[in-house]
């Protein structure tokens, strides 16, 4: 009497033995995490929405497609077998270095402001115009410099001094050139991304004491000089500053007042989707991007807002569990990059909103309004998936 | 490398990821939970921005419910600042939009000036969320000419406002007043700010507010402003609006309306007889060496005696109040107060003091009643005559007072004079010696209150003037109302006292009680309280408080307030006193040659309509005061109908008190006694003409300038070059002005 076969091994057949390992969790989370983003930035940018004038639904059409298109990059890169990538490695930091060159070059030298492929943008020469969208080359950056300082980190046994500054000497080239675009955000990431995978590395804990020595005379450098523009810096002091006296600074600090009084206006349980007041009157600037949390935190209020940092606990959890799990040291770092990564991503933007970081625009992963952002993004979770999926291969 | 390294520092990061978390949930939690509320606060005050939106302004209406002042609509050119900069206009193309917008409006049949336009736009008193008015009265083309075409005019629009308007043009201008923007002061006195408005203050003032300047447009502001309403809009970050908030929208209430007691046909019958009968007085030829007449101001009061309701005030010279809505400039101010130019702002009704003259001596003659002055000391009884040889030496005179010899107003010798002859033609030397008889009889106050009935009060005339309401504010609802003077010993001493120099003699002189007998030297009346005065004897002795307003009725037409008559005081007549003095005013008008009545000749005028005295017998008193260096001051009070049982007319109850007083116009019976005559003989038949309204007023000027009634009918109801014609252009029609005089004599 021939059996059937029964209902699992049916199913373990149909499907390829790869996605058996996908992790559910991330998935979920970022699933979850990116379906408020979208209805948060369509609050933020819909405006009045009164019979004359209808809901602006451009940004809300576009968010959907970039986060459509972020997560089949994501799965994409997650098929691909991570190990792959260190041999590509090489390959990839060549292409970011070449794409952030000649944005560099055109800052340096000044070019016209509107340039119509490489326009300057709040004085920062960031992106690329191709084909009606933007690209900003630093973003995908991130994660090539991830992969990058993963894969150098790990060829080795050991790291040594010599070893662990040629490391450092690979981030700062690509951050070298975004310095002088100059984009201060970015530049703050890829210094919390080195820090996290230097840290993890199992880097001794003297030549540790070194690297933030160097790190600090770097920032103390790039600071003093004149490359940042005076706005940048306005903002990073106005968050020390209670009642600055610089214009700039005033700004800036208003700016935080505003995102605050928004995020307080939610209380509890928040004004209600759409119903922010603060919101619809687009007090604070940038809300659709870098101070989004406050979009978030008025309307949906306390809980809402503390349930979305809840879910990035969540997932930075996942992430974190996953590289514990990772096959090797390669897979481990590029996890403990990812993480980083987002970590400052959040802490950074939700703590600017909150007036515990200093302001500098850096979009809160999944949520802010923007397709490069959410494109590096998911392409990082990608590489954490990969990481899982194919740790018994 | 061994992974086990790696998998140990993971937790590190672990760590720092924990301690983030946890300070961005606490941060969190402080911001939206602990210290949601201030946040809140600020949110609110972030994004609500209040404006008010004008109520109507109650209207004044006269006693047969016409309208004297309403709200009238008109077209005003207003810009929104937020919608003009949306435009981004550069300087040039903003510039020559407003040129564009000027010629429209001159093409339209206004004028203005581009650059007025542009300055008014910027006015730095408005906020960009207002609609700001940039041109007033613009042509109705306009509405068109912007509404249509907002690409070419951005942020421009037409819209209509309410604004004070005065169907009978400057007729009871005194008693309405006029309206303004709200000053410095104003504002500071009303003391409440538009944020702080509640239940008990529904409607603060704010910049730029039209508030009630003078007359009842002043005393009833309260009333007649309305609740201005409030619209809340949420704006942006820089102040956009985003959606109004309807939920908080206040719809604003219109004022209350004021129902005068004021007839705007009496009230227009007494303006043109004033004017008229000034303009006559001027033309008499003074004796040699007398001052001119110069008859330039004056005023009349007609008062129902029956409720003290006022028919008719007028003052002359008078004001335009349409002219003034707009603001009064410095130069309109100084014109509208200027003693030079007979301060025409000026109430006289109840805002001059004059002396009385001898209409004073309704008093007198009653005081030497009250105190049984007649028969004592050198005043005749009643019923004994004397003869009136024009002048009268005081006795045991000391001369210290400057004078002992009182010399009547004209040297005319009189004969048989008793209480009823020297009221009928006003003989002064009767009234000399009850002056001195009270000077010299009158015991101290004191010494009266114990003995009232046995001693003379050494102040009876001032008593007495009391009853009539005279030394006191009456309390007629309109602002500054002046008291008037009835003078003592002891403010003649009180005077002195405070200044020397501008008062040498401290004592009371008996020459001093003479003056006050005949209503000379110190004592002060106006027009209103000299009208209430008479108005109180017609009643039998009640003293009212003159009133011009009688009802509020509220915006729905419900009466919210309905003034009745208000007595102050009031006293018996004995009828053996009532019945001499009565018959000497009744003789005033009636009594006829040989000795006639100094009213005679001004009611029995030879030409015109003869006075129907006896259906409407009058009552009635001339005066003429003297006042220093200038022409004497005319005066008339009269009432009537006044019942005269000894011709059959009982059924008749005194229905008007009138006095009229006309500054340096001559002698009471040839200027102001006509000048009544012709005023209650309209009452008397019914025959009031009806005011002129100011549309009448403008077409009939028109006609003048061409008669073509084709052209009249192509005037615009509310023609607004009713404004640009000189107040009492009409009038001033020579033909008009060269009929004969009525009643002089």
Known sequence: MALAPSRSQVYRRDRPVLWQHIDVGVITMVLGITAIGVLMVFSATRGPATELEPANTSFLVRQIVFAVLGFALMGAVAAFDYRKLRALSPVLYGGLLAALAPLTFLAVSGAAENLFFAPEVNGIRAWYRLAGAQLQPAEFGKVVVIVALAAFLSSTADIDMRRLLLGLALVAVPVGFIYLQPDLGTILVFIAITGGMVVVSGVRPRHLVVVLVLLGLLVGAGLASNQLKAYQLARFTAFLDESPEDQLAIGARENVEQAQIAIGNGGLTGTGLFQGTQTRSELVPEQQTDFIFSVVAEELGFIGSASLLLLFGLLLLRIWRIAHLAADTFGLLICAGVFSMLLFHIFQSVGMTLGIMPV??????????GGSSMLTMFAGLGLVLSVHMHRFS | MDIAAPRVRLRLIGIVAISLFVAMFARLWFVQVVDAETYQADAVANIRRKVATPAPRGRIIDAVGRVLVENRLTNVLVINRQDFRRARLSDKEAQAMFVRLAREINRAGGLVKADDLAAAADNNNFTDLERIPISWDVPDDLLVVVGERP???????????????????????????????????????????????????????????????????????????????????????????????????????????????????????????????????????????????????????????????????????????ADLIDGVSADEWKQLNDKANNSPILNR?????????????????????????????????????????????????????????????????????????????????YYYRIGEAFARRGSSPEEHAENPDGLVNKD???????????????????????????????????????????????????????????????????????????ATWANGGTLRAPSVVGQIVGPDGEVIQDFGPRVLSSFEIDPEHYGPITDGLIGVTHQGPPQQGTAYPAFHSADGVPFPLADFPVAAKTGTAEVNDKADTSIFAAYGPVARPEIGLVDVEPRYAVAAILEQAGFGSRVAAPMVARIMLALANGEVPPAVTADERTAAYLAQLDPDPALLDLLPDDAVLATTIPPGAAADDPAEADADPVGEG
Request: hydrophobic fraction near 35%; glycine fraction near 10%; aromatic fraction near 8%.
């Open chain 1, 360 to 369: 500098t625009g850096i979009p809160l992963p999944f949520v802010s309004y």
């Open chain 2, 151 to 321: 690409d070419e005019f951005p942020g421009m629009a037409v819209v209509q406002q309410a604004v004070r308007t005065y169907p009978y043009g400057n007729i009871g201008a005194h008693v309405i007043g006029y309206v303004g923007a709200i000053t410095g002061g104003e504002l500071e006195r009303s003391k409440a700010s538009w944020e702080a408005r509640d239940e008990e203050n529904p409607k603060p003032y704010r910049r730029r507010d039209e508030i009630g300047k003078t007359g009842i447009e002043l005393l009833f502001e309260d009333q007649l402003r309305g609740t201005p309403g409030q619209r809340v809009f949420e704006v942006d970050n820089v102040g956009n609006i985003v959606r109004e908030l309807v939920e908080e929208r206040r719809e604003p209430v219109p004022g209350n309306d004021i129902v005068l007691t004021i007839d705007i046909d009496v009230q227009a019958l007494a303006e043109d007889e004033l004017a008229e009968s000034l303009r006559e007085a001027r033309k008499q030829e003074p004796d040699p060496g007398e001052p001119q007449f110069a008859a330039p101001a004056g005023s009349t009061v007609i008062v129902d005696p029956r409720n003290g309701q006022v028919l008719a005030m007028a003052s002359y010279p008078t004001f335009e109040p």
């Open chain 2, 349 to 429: 009704a109840i805002q001059s003091t004059y002396s009385p003259g001898s209409t004073w001596k309704l008093v007198t003659s009653y005081a030497a009643f009250l105190d049984n002055i007649y028969g004592a000391g050198n005043v005749p009884s009643i019923g004994q005559t004397i003869p009136d040889e024009s002048a009268y030496i005081l006795q045991d005179c000391d001369e210290e007072s400057g004078s002992c010899r009182f010399q009547n107003a004209g040297d005319t010798i009189l004969v048989g004079i008793n209480l009823v002859q020297s009221l009928a033609v006003s003989s002064d030397t």
């Open chain 2, 460 to 534: 009876g005339i001032q008593e007495t003037a009391k009853l009539f309401g005279f030394g006191r504010k009456l309390g007629i609802e309109l602002p500054n109302e002046k008291a008037g003077l009835v003078p003592t010993a002891e403010l003649k001493q009180q005077r002195h006292d405070a200044n020397p120099e501008a008062f040498p003699f401290a004592r009371w002189f008996v020459g001093d009680n003479v003056n006050l007998a005949i209503g000379q030297g110190d004592v002060g009346v106006t027009p209103l309280q000299l009208a209430n005065a008479y």
